[in-house]
């Protein structure tokens, strides 16, 4: 960073323009989210909706309020978040870790290849009754059903990360006696740092159907069950406090990977 | 002097689904100790496919490599690890070859101060300019004190003015080092002003077609060298035999 008194006027200038432009879109943003609400709730107060098939704002917020007093809304937060969780780290791991063993064997991935395209192109949620059987009905299911749908996409993000890694720079260290863990090491997992954030990114929101998906199919409690529930006994002011509580979840998860990538991916701009 | 690189009646055949590529056929020649060669000849001839033989990258499909040193590559980017600063870039080969020596990393790093990077050694390769990288790429590459350079078109991805200047910093250090260099390049006045001998090549398969020791009284300095009134001379020779 240089010391800002060195810069000149027309700097401070752009600078102050450039601020306040940043600002301007924060306030717009906010002030959109405002308008909707406003809007939403003013046609459930007017009767221009039916608040029983579009919920309103306050409602939703009656609903939450009413799931906190009852002592169940930190229950059903964590049940969901506990299983996406999971599955999300597991898929990951096993994910990067088989992208790493594709990467390494040439003989593997050449076999492996059209058994990922179709387990891509499979609608994992056809799966449901066979992981009923295999994990019965509780979190066990809902893990593995996130799993599934992460882990391929996992995979696939990162074997072509490490595929991508510039032929100029495997030469160089070949050249220098590198072998192929150290090729490994020093070359194609630290250039894949930036693919890795971004499969992260893709990941945190693939979790998330996953594990809803599970709820949908089985389960006894979580967000996902909320909104099943609610659907059936047509509360649907639940369904839309689980769905915004949803949101927001997904959204802070989806931040923590920003603040992860803002740590680590400090010095590569190129 | 004794020879410490020899090709013997090489052919290298790429070998793909569609077809064979036949790059280089019976091509021999020798590179003495200290001696600083440019092989120049039309693009896709095979002439990174020849350093990549020199530096045992691949075996030759008939005849000989013999390389009685260790060999330091260079490429026509710097290949800078964008991740690491330019002191840790430099001491890579080191890093890789599992160097321990005190002693090694001191010199590589009094060579990058003495060469001007000492004030960046802490930077990230995007700080610094096309030139300076490309001095650390080269310092990088001496870091091993490997005793023969392969140097594939190093100069090439810079401008005009820069590639003058850091061919004329590459060229003093090496002749300071006393390496022996295997210059590879599609420029004419680059190869006259840098080479001892000079070996021009065949359109693809690459053989050898002509080869000239290059006499400029003693004079290594690049620039120098421009000036001289034998260079256009050369010039003429080489661009006939380049275009034959
Ligand atoms: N891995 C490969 N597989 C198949 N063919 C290849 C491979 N690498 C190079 N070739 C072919 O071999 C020939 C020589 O390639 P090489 O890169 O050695 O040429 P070059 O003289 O360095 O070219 P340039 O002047 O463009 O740098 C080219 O025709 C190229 O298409
Ligand atoms: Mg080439």
């Known amino acids: 960073m240089k010391n800002t008194e060195n810069f000149s006027q027309e700097h401070h200038k752009f600078l102050r323009a450039r601020k306040r432009k940043s600002i301007l879109i924060q306030c717009l943003r906010i002030g959109l989210l405002i308008l909707l609400l406003g809007i939403w709730e003013l046609s459930a107060a007017c009767g221009w909706s039916d608040p029983f098939l579009t919920s309103s704002p306050s409602r939703i917020a009656k ?30 791991l096993f994910g990067t870790a088989a992208a790493l063993l594709l990467w390494w064997s040439d003989t593997l991935r050449s076999v492996l290849e059209p058994y990922i395209v179709v387990l891509n192109a499979l609608p994992k949620i056809a799966l449901g009754p066979l992981i009923i059987i295999w994990c019965g009905t509780g979190s066990k299911a809902i893990v593995f059903m996130t799993i599934l749908v992460c882990i391929i996409v996992v ?46 990114k893709v990941t945190v929101g693939m979790s ?63 | 002097m004794n020879e410490i690189l020899t090709f013997d009646h090489v052919s290298y055949i790429y070998h793909t689904k569609r077809d064979e590529i036949e790059a280089l056929n019976d091509l021999s020649f020798s590179v003495r100790e200290g001696e600083f060669v440019a092989v120049i000849g039309p693009s896709g001839c095979g002439k990174s496919t020849l350093l990549s033989l020199a530096a045992g990258l691949l075996t030759p499909s008939a005849g000989s490599v013999n390389c009685s040193g260790s060999v330091g590559y260079m490429l026509q980017r710097d290949e800078l690890f964008p991740w690491l600063t330019i002191e840790k870039n430099i001491y890579l080969p080191l890093t890789i070859k599992h160097i321990k020596t005190k002693e090694i ?133 080489l661009w006939k035999e380049l275009n034959a």
């Open chain 2, 105 to 237: 990393y001191e010199r590589a790093r009094a060579r990058a101060v003495k060469y001007g990077l000492g004030e960046f050694l802490a930077s990230y390769p995007f700080q610094l300019s096309g030139g300076m990288r490309q001095r650390a790429a080269l310092i990088r590459t001496l870091a091993s004190d490997p005793d023969v350079l392969l140097l594939d078109e190093p100069f090439s991805a810079l401008d005009y003015q820069t590639r003058l200047n850091v061919t004329e910093d590459v060229a003093a250090i090496l002749r300071k080092e006393k390496k022996t260099a295997l210059l590879i390049t599609h420029d004419i006045s680059e190869t006259i002003s840098l080479a001892d001998r000079v070996l021009v090549l065949t359109a693809r398969p690459a053989r050898v077609a002509h080869a000239h020791e290059l006499m400029f009284d003693g004079v290594v300095n690049p620039l120098k060298r421009r000036e001289m009134s034998a260079f256009s001379g050369w010039f003429e020779i």
């Open chain 1, 63 to 92: 609903t939450i309020g009413s799931l906190y007093t009852e002592g169940t809304l930190f229950y059903h937060i964590g049940v969901t978040l506990a299983e996406t969780l999971t599955g999300f780290f597991i898929a990951v």
């Open chain 1, 208 to 270: 998330w159907i996953g594990s809803i998906m599970g709820e949908y199919i089985v389960s006894k409690a979580g967000l996902g069950y909320l909104i099943v529930y609610g659907g059936q006994v047509f509360r649907l002011d639940l369904v839309m406090g689980a769905t915004c509580i949803l949101c927001s979840l997904a959204a802070i998860m989806y931040f923590c990977v920003v603040l992860l990538e803002k740590l680590l991916v400090k010095n590569t701009q190129t």
């Open chain 1, 155 to 200: 995979i696939m993000h990162m074997l072509n990360a490490f595929i991508m890694t510039d032929q100029n720079k495997i030469l160089l260290l070949r050249s220098m006696g590198a072998g192929k863990l150290q090729l490994l090491t020093r070359l194609v997992i630290p250039s894949s740092l930036a693919s890795f954030i971004s499969m992260l």
